[in-house]
Structures are given as C-alpha cells and as structure tokens.
C-alpha cells in the first residue's frame, strides 16, 4: 500500500526529471550540430509523459496516451538511425517491424484517445493495454538489438549510449506489464521504483549528446570484470532466494539438505576463487578471449609497466635494485612469479646475481650471438618439442631445455645492440603466446633495456666522478710535491759547499723537517676531501710564521721581510705556512734571480694583511678574472695551474680573503687578509 509520503516523493522526482527531459529537448533544438527531429520529438514526448505521470498517476489514462506518445517517438528515432546509413529508401524487411510496432501502438492510442473524443468517459481496457504494450516494448527490443548490432558494423555513428538509455526504459516497462498481466493487478513496487531506470536513462542520454561522436563510450577492463563478477554474485544471491521460496514446500529434511549444499558449494567456489591463482588466471583468460577484441588493456599494461619500472625497490644491500625492477615489469605482463636476467659483459653474458644459481653456470655466448642476428622471443617449449629452428635449438644452454619451469626467453634490445636477456618462468596457467604477446613483450623489452642502459651509464659516469676527484686531490698533491723536490736537490746541491758551516746545518735540519711535515700533510690530502677544511682557529703570530717560511725559501731565491711589530690573527701555523710558500713559490718563478720577493705585514681595514710581491712579467686583467683561480690553468711549462686555486681555498677556510693586483711587466701582488686576534701581550695587559 502506498503512503501519501511515498507518492509525494514520486511525483517530485518525475516532476524533476520531466524538466530535465524538456531541457535536454530544448537543448538538443539548438544544439550548433545538426540534430534529428526524431530525437527532439522523442525527448520531448518522455518529458510530458513524466509530467502526466506527477500530475494524473502512473496508470491514469493521459499518462497511458502520453506513454504511447512516447514510444511513438522512440520508434521514429530508431528508424531515422537505421535509414540515415541505407543505400536506398526501399522498405527493408526490419522496416516493415518498424511499420507493424508503429502502427499496433498507434492503435492503441486511438483505442485510449477515442471515447474522449467522441464525448464519452474514457474506459481502460487493461488487458488489451498491457498486451498491446508487451507486444511494442518486445519488438521495440529487438529493434534496438538490430540497431546496435548494425552501428558495430558501419562505424559512421556510434549509438551505444542511446541504445543502452531506450533498453533500460523499454526492459523495465516490458517488466511491469508482463508481471501486471500475469498477476492480474497492476505491480505497484516496480511502479513505484519506475524513476530510477528513466534517471539512468536521461543520464546516458545526456553523455551521448555531450560527448564527441568520435569517441565511443566503454567500460574499461577493471569495470568489466568487476561488473561479471557482481553479475555471477548476483545471480547467486537470485538462485538461493528462489530456491528459499521453492524449497520448504518438499518437506523439512530435503530443504534443509538443499541448503547445506548450496552453503558448501558456494563456500568452496568463493576459496577456489580467492586461493587458486591458476583459477583466477584461466578466468581472466577465458573472459579476455570472449568478451573482447584484444587480449591486454594496453593503456593499463603500459601505466603498470612505467610505474613499476620506476618504482625503486630496496634489496638486502640498500641499494635500488634496477634490475629486479626490470624482471618484474616483464614478467607481469604475462603473469609469470620470476624471471632471471642474463646481461652483457666484458666476457660475454653472464646471470645476474639475482638470477637461479643453476643459470649462472651455464654458457651463455651461443644464445647470445644467436639473438643478436634473430632478435626473436623464444618459446623454450618448441625448442624442448625440436619444432624451434635448429640453430635456435643448438643455441640453447642444454640446462635450461631440461628446466622445465623456464618458459620463454625476451631479448633486451638497445638500438641494435642485444644488452641483455631475461628468461621468463611458467605462469599459472600455461598457455601458448600469440602475436599480442610478441608485440607488447618486444616493445616493453626495448624500454626496459633503455632503464638498464641508462642506470650502466649513471653508474658509469659515477665511477668517473670518483676517479676524477682522485685526480684533482692528486694534482694538488703532485704540485706540492714538485715543490718539495725543488728544495731538496737546492739543498743537497748547497750542502756541497756550505756542508760545514753550523748556521746551514741548522738550516737544512729545519728544511727536512718541515718537508718530512709536508709530506705527511700531502699523504692525508690524498684520502680527505677536495674542499680545504679546518676544524679549530687558534691565535698565531703571522710575523714568526712569516719569518719561518722565509727562512725555507730563501734557500732558493732572495727574500725581504718588512713590517715590524706583532701581527696576531685567528689562524692555522702549519695552514698559514702552505699558504705563503705556495704563493711565494709562484712569485719565485716569476722573478729573475736578481729581483727578491717582498713579504710585507701591514694593517688596513681592521684585518691584518700581507703582501707577496714580485717583479715578475705580471698578468693581464682578463687572465686574472678569467682564469688565475681556476684549478688546472696555467702559464707555466709543466705547471699544474694550482696553487692560486689552492692558496684561494686555504684563505677562505681561516675566515680570510686572497686577492690579487698586477700588471703586465711591472709585476704582481697577492695580498692575504686575515681576522686580527689578541695576542699574550694584550692580553696580559688586560689582566
């Protein structure tokens, strides 16, 4: 029995979607693409006939004038589709289905309309009304059948979306009135829930109107498989409620039997499904075979594909195992649990660390020269039944022909060039590859080798990177070390002469010991950093450090020191030293023997600085801006372009600052500049 509440709430959903069909009419009128008057008319026929139906009741007899009306108007539409394609304008003989549906619904209208017409109350024959209507929506189906089954054939127009739309209104009423005339009453609750097929109707409607005619409307695979599966449990669910109404009326043991077994059945169905992999495989299989035209969903293969491959995945070493990633990305494609991977060495090919053991001893150099010529994917089945090629035969490893789980063997092509192999284990359910197959397989495999190119490459120029590190350090290194060496042989040239004076002897033990100094500096040098790095500042006093590195120096050329007092600073001794031979050795080169270099301490700006001059041949601006600190470069036969660029980097590490002033013949000044600090005496004074 139905609540005024309830009727209420379906009037106003009729109301509603009645404006919405007479908009979606007025829409498609002046729509910019040339559309049939067969729709407008049609859409707008629905429109009224929800609107009687808010206004006079479901099985009132203007809404039953109106509902022929409307079908009327979806059997013109369905003609004018079926004729826009035919040759000519002769009859078929689907035609005439149209003019018979036509014409029985026509006279049911005049068996609807006449009485009022004639001055007389209208009488509703519900009999003759619900056969007249099984009889149109019957035949209306099989029309929109025959439609659909010719817009697959001729591609000009796609009408699935309408198709789908008129066989949701016309397979609920066909419903309705057959269980009406079979039940002698009219059937309320589909009555009630009529809206609900005419919303989805109007909703696909709409989508077909507003989409391109160029791109057809269909479910993807996931949908698909996800809409079989809810069928299978709904026709279960509909097979235990029939069963339910059926079964108590054969007694109390055989009902209570037949559903234990219903219960048991469906139990091991649902573990057969959710445990069996090979269940599942065979019913994907089985479903890509009938229900569509191609065996993979390539959008989703690919996306998958991509993603997986770049994915990184950690293994035991902490590494991102590009490899791995490479053999699971083919290796889902046909739903296979492994895949080893045979690459390319210096040697030849040789398994993967993750590969089987018993595959990292066979010989792998045949099969690799045979598919570098053959660039073929290999089903190892034929080999192992001598239908493969005989030279395919021979090419592969005997071991892996007795390993029966091995399945297929991919090649990894990059360019022209065979990079590696994988060979692919027995899926679930073993099944014989086709061309879909080879074409997805072959072009998924010519990426995956681009990712194992790429990642020998980025590891490639890594190891390049280290090594060119190591060069750098070493250079450095080699410069101070061909300084070192200058002063030994200057010093066991001299010790020739002066060998017996106690002043030189004090000398030369100084200079063996700061070179013995050196050395030990240059030796950590080589396992650090590139980048000059001091942990501590400590207050020096740059004029003794000065003084000490000119006594070394002066060994080899003339030397003067002026500026007189203390100049303490925030400084390294042993850092400051290295500093101030570098630059002093450069100054050396570049005067005559003649021409001392200058050391000068002075204060300037609140920092305490320090003059290297020279009268050398100096250097021009552009060479000074362009090229003096920069590592490698220099004007020197045999020189290693670094101690400007090393001398820069030990400055900046005490917190300093190097620069340089010069001109061409007249000669060349660096000057370093360093924070002031206080000295024992000032502090003393302080206390």
Known sequence: MLTAGLVAWLNTICLILSGLFLLLAAATMLARRAMPLALVAALAMTGVWLGFIALFGQFSFAALVMESGRNLGWLWFLAHVAGAGAPTRRLSPIGWIYVGLTSVQALLLVLLALPALMGFKPVILWVQVESIMMLVLAGGLVLLHNVHAAGHRDRTQDIGLPVIALGLIWGYDLNLYAISYFGNAPAMLLAVLRPLPVALALGALTLALLRPAAQPVRLSRPAALRSIGATVVAAWLALLALLSILLPGSGHIYTAAAQGGLLLTGAGLGILILLSRRFRSYAQVWIAKHFFAHRYDYRAEWMR???????????????????????????????????????????????????????????????????????????????????????????????????????????????????????????????????????????????????????????????????????????????????????????????????????????????????????????????????????????????????????????????????????????????????????????????????????????????????????????????????????????????????????????????GTLSVTSREGAGTCFTLCLKPAAGPASESAAA
């Open 305 to 655: 594909f991509s993603a997986t491959l770049h994915t990184p995945v950690a293994t035991d070493a902490g590494v991102h195992d590009i490899e791995g990633r490479v053999v699971r990305a083919l290796s889902d494609i046909v739903g296979s649990p492994a895949g080893h991977l045979i690459l390319r060495n210096d040697g030849g090919f040789a398994a993967s660390l993750s590969a089987a053991p018993a595959l990292a001893m066979l010989d792998w150099a045949m099969l690799g020269q045979y598919l570098s010529r053959e660039a073929r994917i290999i089903q190892i089945d034929e080999a192992r039944a001598g239908t493969a090629p005989p030279r395919e035969i021979a090419a592969i490893p005997d071991g892996l022909l007795a390993a029966r789980e091995h399945w297929i063997l991919v090649p990894l092509l990059h360019g022209e060039q065979l990079d590696a192999m994988l060979v692919i284990d027995r899926p679930p359910l073993d099944r014989t590859l086709d061309w879909e197959d080879f074409d997805l397989l072959r072009a998924a495999a010519r990426q995956a080798a681009l990712h194992l190119a790429e990642a020998r490459s980025s590891a490639a120029l890594a190891e390049s990177a280290r090594f060119e590190e190591f060069h750098r350090r070493f250079a450095f290194v080699m410069h101070d070390v061909k300084n070192l060496a200058s002063q030994m042989a200057l010093l066991s040239r001299n010790a020739e002469r002066h060998g017996q004076n106690p002043a030189f002897r004090e000398d030369m033990v100084a200079t063996l010991k700061y070179g013995a100094e050196r050395l030990g500096q240059l030796t950590d040098k080589l396992r650090g950093q590139e980048r000059v790095q001091i942990d501590t500042l400590q207050p020096v006093e740059l004029g003794a450090l000065v003084a000490r590195a000119a006594l070394t120096l002066q060994l080899r050329h003339a030397v003067e020191i002026h500026g007189a007092g203390e100049f303490w600073v925030d400084g390294h001794g042993a850092t400051i030293e290295q500093l101030v031979g570098l630059i002093a050795q450069n100054a050396m080169d570049a005067s005559d023997d003649d021409q001392p270099v200058q050391l000068e301490l002075r204060r300037a700006d609140g920092q305490i600085c320090l003059d290297i001059r020279d009268r050398g041949c100096g250097m021009s601006d552009a060479y000074i801006q362009h090229e003096l600190f920069r590592p490698f470069s220099s004007t020197k036969a045999g020189g290693f372009g670094i101690g400007a660029f090393q001398a820069r980097q030990l400055a900046e590490a005490m917190g």
